[in-house]
């Protein structure tokens, strides 16, 4: 079983940056992939971005790409969000998630352990 918590989230001003992190307690945070996802209030969770086991190939979604980047420590169990350039759309919360397999996959089906969610407010 894997155990997710999620930390950083918090109030920005848009333009400005934030890190998230996500530990990971259990035996089964090695041999997969991890996940980034939000919901915003009345939207359905969306994939933002995730990071494979074993090459470390990542996968964003249009609306964050280059300005997101994720990123994994397998040592410490932790995944990271750096989230720069936010944008008042970015307003969500952002939950961490544990795949079920070792490669990167966008549904949320896909992923099995879920943390309980870290808030992000962009104010413009």
């Known amino acids: 079983q894997v155990q997710l918590v999620e930390s950083g989230g918090g109030l920005v001003q848009a333009g400005g940056s934030l890190r998230l992190a996500c530990a990971a307690s259990?035996?089964?945070?090695?041999?997969?992939?991890m996940g980034w996802f939000r919901q915003a209030p009345g939207k359905e969770r969306e994939f933002v971005a995730g990071?494979?086991?074993?090459?470390?190939?990542?996968d964003y979604a249009d609306s964050v790409k280059g300005r997101f980047t994720i990123s994994r420590d397998n040592a410490k169990k932790t995944v990271y969000l750096q989230m720069n350039s936010l944008k008042p759309e970015d307003t969500a919360v952002y939950y961490c998630?544990?795949?079920?397999?070792?490669?990167?996959?966008?549904?949320?089906?896909?992923?099995?352990?879920w943390g309980q969610g870290t808030q992000v407010t962009v104010s413009s």
């Open positions: 998630a544990a795949g079920r397999t070792p490669w990167v996959a966008r549904p949320p089906p896909a992923y099995d352990y």
């Open positions: 259990g035996r089964t945070f090695s041999s997969r992939a």
């Open positions: 990071i494979s086991w074993g090459d470390g190939s990542t």
